[in-house]
């Protein structure tokens, strides 16, 4: 069966995307299915069966799950999954029951902090935090060598209120970050000023030439800088880590958030502002290692 393996998977509204991983962090094969259905809610049956795929003929070790919205680690259990229609879910005992291997559940953007933390922009550092911008926004905040979680809670830094007088966010609070430097938000606030609509990475790409997308993007790395800030106060990181898809705009966004940040700061440790070094790979690294941990062999596992 060759070396020991782990299965990671990344569970979305409208897709799963897993791989089977080796001790090296790397895919050894990769699959990304649409998320089933039944009753509005994404089935769980079909996610076991794609890990038992997966595994099949494999050593396999162990199984790591991300998901979105709150996710208590410790409990194994997914407390509210809008997108997925998961309230109180067993995830973990589920899984395992079905697949008869050890399982560890997290949050994605967790997990791509811990992916960062442990071999990508931040790693060596006992205190960080990486932030993951795109249709919504996330944090991973590590203090002391220590992951922040809160049992879930940890982490909703895109409903920081930046902006007391601004829009009402999904959430049903006002002037929060997301309102402002989320992708959608972006767009929206765009086609407000142009009537034109177009993707987030298409604003990015017309800096600093288009008027509009300049308002649009300076207004975004302000909110950003005041959570950041807020982030900076609470938790003292060496280094934050800006990913998600937005992180996609390179310099263009981690230059302008650095400058706005120190502009804020007084005496409090001065960061560094990074792009994030795994990309669009950090949800599956971070799953693998959940997997490892669900083994017990996180210490010689990554990498």
């Excluded at 897993?18 to 039944?38: F, M, N, Q, W, Y």
């Excluded at 069966?49 to 709150?70: K, N, S």
């Excluded at 930046?162 to 309102?179: F, R």
């Excluded at 400058?259 to 502002?273: C, D, I, N, Y």
């Amino acid at each position: 069966m060759g070396e020991p393996s782990v299965v990671a998977v990344d569970v979305g509204g409208t897709s799963v995307k897993a791989a089977l991983v080796g001790a090296d962090l790397e895919p050894l094969r990769v699959e990304h299915r649409p998320s089933a259905r039944g009753h509005g809610a994404v089935a769980v049956g079909p996610i076991a069966e794609l890990i038992r795929e997966l595994a099949d003929g494999q050593d396999t070790a162990g199984v790591g799950v991300v998901v979105p919205g709150i996710v208590d680690d410790t409990a194994g259990v997914v407390r509210d999954a809008v997108n997925l229609g998961w309230r109180e879910l067993p995830l973990r005992d589920e899984l395992a029951a079905a697949t008869g291997l050890p399982v560890r559940i997290g949050h994605d953007v967790r997990a791509g902090g811990l992916a960062e933390f442990t071999v990508g922009a931040a790693a060596g550092l006992d205190n960080a935090l990486f932030l993951a911008i795109g249709t919504g926004i996330a944090a991973a905040a590590m203090v002391d060598g220590r992951m922040l979680t809160a049992g879930g809670y940890a982490g909703e830094v895109g409903h920081v209120v930046v902006d007391p007088g601004g829009e009402v966010c999904g959430c049903g609070a006002t002037g929060c970050l997301e309102t402002l430097a989320a992708a959608p938000a972006l767009v929206r606030r765009y086609t407000s000023l142009t009537g034109v609509t177009r993707t987030a990475a298409d604003i990015a790409a017309r800096l600093p030439e288009d008027p509009a997308a300049a308002q649009v993007w300076s207004d975004l790395t302000e909110a950003l800088a005041i959570a950041l800030h807020t982030a900076a106060c609470l938790f003292g990181p060496e280094r934050i880590v800006l990913g998600g898809g937005l992180s996609e705009a390179g310099n263009a966004l981690v230059v302008p958030v650095a400058e706005a940040l120190r502009g804020k700061l007084t005496f409090h440790r001065s960061p560094e502002v990074v792009r994030a070094r795994l990309g669009q790979d950090a949800g599956r690294v971070g799953a693998a290692l959940l997997a490892w941990t669900a083994t017990g062999e996180q210490d010689t596992h990554h990498g």
